[in-house]
């Protein structure tokens, strides 16, 4: 029997008993259904993930902060209340310290960082604490000063990022504060000039109008919700204003500072460069870092899930073996009549193996094409409603490679189910087998 001829033979077969088919095709149905699901919810969050990486900053930067010589100590820890340090600055919400105090960084540290192998360039980070944003003398709000690194970048509904090159003050405008700052809508504050009140060390409060360039969409990585973006024109003003009232030796203190590396560096070599910050005093924290934490339970999340559709398959796998088994009990004379013609006993094995994996392939396709088509309107609808705030976010997404792997793993399943009715019919003597009533 050629190849062509066994595999239309096993086909054929298949159908001779469909109500035991359709039971069997259920059961591996649930398994490809739901392992199909959870591969892409784990594909569209961890695509979304990357997709706004750029909201968190550059895939080549390090935020780094200074070690402090007490870093166990802390307010509640088990070294008791960690004592007083001048030199301390608060964390504000940055790296592991967020809340806390950070050992501050000065001039000098920073040029410590830039003499360090493998750092191309280093910017610090001004904290910048302003009072309130006002818009035409009407109502004030309270607001935050976000800033963006090179490689990060913002969702705009409306405008352009704040222009660094030029001496005007430009600004990108949460779209949270768009309706009560009085307009109409985002593009209606392109244009308009806000007033940002922020007061100095010796409690004095100053007024900085700036232009809204640009308005920026609520995102998962972005400090978008309540922080504004100034151009580096305005950051300065803003920073030096502040800044008034400050002895000299003490204005040049930062939280935390940025440094570029190449960005081909690998893994090993970025590992290097955090060992020779340690060893210098300081502690660095990449993007990937900042995000793995998500991935990582996200990704435990979508194991477990597989682990129950795996478990699923499994059960399958038990229909598969019981359906060939009977189809080779019912087919007894048939082998030994197939065997007394000259097929051998490798064929019959091959047989009875394809219609194992033929079965295994039509619950996969039918299971993966439903939970395609679930997967999407699910994802649709949520986003228009309890996703609606995450612009960009499919839910669950669907990559061609992990849909073809699924069916493969299905059909690899469906084979080894059937490899022991297969090497039973295999087995049979063709003599006995003719006899069999």
Do not use: C
């Not at 649709?380 to 493969?408: E, H, W």
């Amino acid at each position: 029997m050629k190849t062509t001829d066994l595999v239309g033979s096993a086909i054929s077969n298949t159908f001779r008993s469909k109500t035991r088919m359709l039971l069997t095709i259920l059961a591996i149905f649930v398994g490809a259904f739901t392992l199909t699901l959870t591969s892409g919810l784990g594909t569209g969050i961890n695509a979304y993930i990357d997709d706004t990486v750029s909201g968190i900053g550059a895939s080549n930067a390090m935020t780094v902060t200074k070690t402090s010589g007490d870093a166990d100590a802390g307010f509640g820890g088990d070294s008791g209340p960690a004592e007083y340090d001048p030199d301390a600055v608060s964390a504000g919400g940055f790296g592991p310290n967020g809340g806390g105090t950070v050992t501050a960084m000065t001039p000098d540290d920073l040029d410590e960082l830039a003499s360090i192998e493998g750092v191309t360039d280093v910017h610090a980070t001004k904290s910048i604490s302003p009072d309130f944003i006002q818009h035409d003398g009407g109502t004030r709000f309270v607001v935050s000063v976000g800033s963006l690194v090179p490689g990060q970048t913002t969702q705009l509904s409306a405008g352009v990022d704040p222009d660094d090159t030029t001496d005007a003050y430009e600004l990108v405008l949460p779209t949270s504060y768009v309706d009560p700052l009085g307009f109409a809508g985002a593009d209606d504050a392109l244009g308009a000039t806000v007033s940002i009140a922020i007061t100095d060390a010796n409690r004095e409060q100053h007024v900085i109008e700036a232009t809204v360039v640009g308005v920026a969409e609520e995102a998962l990585a972005s400090p978008n919700g309540t922080s504004i973006i100034p151009n580096d024109a305005l950051t300065d003003a803003l920073f030096e204003t502040q800044n008034i009232g400050v002895p000299a030796d003490q204005v040049d203190r930062y939280a935390q500072a940025t440094v570029w590396f190449d960005e081909n560096a690998s893994d090993d070599d970025i590992a290097a460069l955090k060992d020779r910050l340690a060893d210098a005093g300081f502690t660095g924290t990449t993007v990937a870092d900042q995000i793995g934490a998500f991935t990582t339970v996200i990704d435990g999340i979508v194991l477990v899930l597989n682990a129950f559709a795996i478990i699923a398959l499994l059960a399958a796998s038990f229909g598969i073996v019981n359906t060939l088994f009977m189809s080779v009990q019912e087919r007894t004379r048939e082998i030994g009549l197939m065997k007394a013609m000259g097929m051998g006993s490798g064929r019959v094995f091959s047989l009875f193996s394809l219609e194992a994996t033929f079965l295994g392939f039509l619950g996969s396709a039918v299971g993966v094409v439903i939970a395609m088509l679930v997967g999407t309107g699910v994802s649709a609808a949520l986003a228009d409603s309890l996703l609606a705030d995450l612009p960009g976010l499919t839910l669950i997404a669907f990559d061609p490679v992990s849909i073809a792997t699924i069916i493969l793993v299905v059909m690899v399943i469906a084979f080894l189910a059937g490899t022991l009715p297969a090497a039973r019919a295999a087995k049979a003597d063709p003599v006995e087998s003719l006899r069999y009533e």
